[in-house]
T-cell receptor
Framework: DSGVTQTPKHLITATGQRVTLRCSPR?????VYWYQQSLDQGLQFLIQ???????AKGNILERFSAQQFPDLHSELNLSSLELGDSALYFC???????????FGEGSRLTVL | GDSVTQMEGPVTLSEEAFLTINCTYT??????LFWYVQYPGEGLQLLLK?????DKGSNKGFEATYRKETTSFHLEKGSVQVSDSAVYFC????????????FGTGTSLTVIP
């Protein structure tokens, strides 16, 4: 158990819909990272938050948004969903200055 | 910018075979280097790391040496087991507050009995 909790574990929805994925980092970790993993794209970095502030953006679509709340949990919002958004979405948190990422088990999104 | 390139997969080996997965990086200065492993149905987890040149990271029989002169961090294991079947990711980061991570594309390893 990494200590990072993601919900839901599985989600099936239709094209055009909107979903929210939730992540609770390990206690004390200030940084939260979101990654998308699909079969053909590998592990893609989406966005990073540090203590409530956006720190870095990767290949995140405009239809996607995220935020980190004062209690440090984070949510990834995916809207106007397309078939190609079907993937495993991982959240990770990190211990400051050690370089170690702790990953959650992921949220598997299927868009039909 | 910083980046990591790792060997394309998939790799299939027989049990007890020798494993090498190549990883090279592009970065200025002295980043920290990592290998993460993803077992089927799970998230990634840290396998080993090295934070300075010539450091050797090791864990569970796996080893990797930080080679500044060749900008490489190749993963090796002398005798793989079926339980080593997983996807292996090379990664790079800088040890500073709010650090970003750069991952390779992942190499899938299947070990057959």
């Amino acid at each position: 158990d990494s200590g990072v909790t993601q919900t839901p574990k599985h989600l099936i929805t239709a094209t055009g819909q909107r979903v929210t994925l939730r992540c609770s980092p390990r206690s004390g970790d200030l940084s939260v990272y979101w990654y998308q993993q699909s079969l053909d794209q590998g592990l893609q970095f989406l966005i990073q938050y540090y203590n409530g502030e956006e720190r870095a953006k990767g290949n995140i679509l405009e239809r996607f948004s995220a935020q980190q709340f004062p209690d440090l949990h984070s949510e990834l919002n995916l809207s106007s969903l397309e078939l190609g958004d079907s993937a495993l979405y991982f959240c990770a948190s990190s211990v400051e200055n050690t370089g170690e990422l702790f990953f959650g088990e992921g949220s598997r999104l299927t868009v039909l | 910018g910083d980046s990591v390139t790792q060997m394309e997969g998939p790799v299939t080996l027989s049990e007890e075979a020798f494993l090498t997965i190549n990883c090279t990086y592009t970065a200025t200065g002295y980043p920290s280097l990592f290998w993460y492993v993803q077992y089927p149905g799970e998230g990634l987890q840290l396998l080993l790391k090295a934070t300075k040149a010539d450091d050797k990271g090791s864990n569970k029989g796996f080893e990797a040496t930080y080679r500044k002169e060749t900008t490489s961090f190749h993963l090796e294991k002398g005798s793989v087991q079926v339980s080593d079947s997983a996807v292996y990711f090379c990664a790079l980061t800088r040890l500073r507050t709010g650090n970003q991570f750069y991952f390779g594309t992942g190499t899938s390893l299947t070990v057959i009995p």
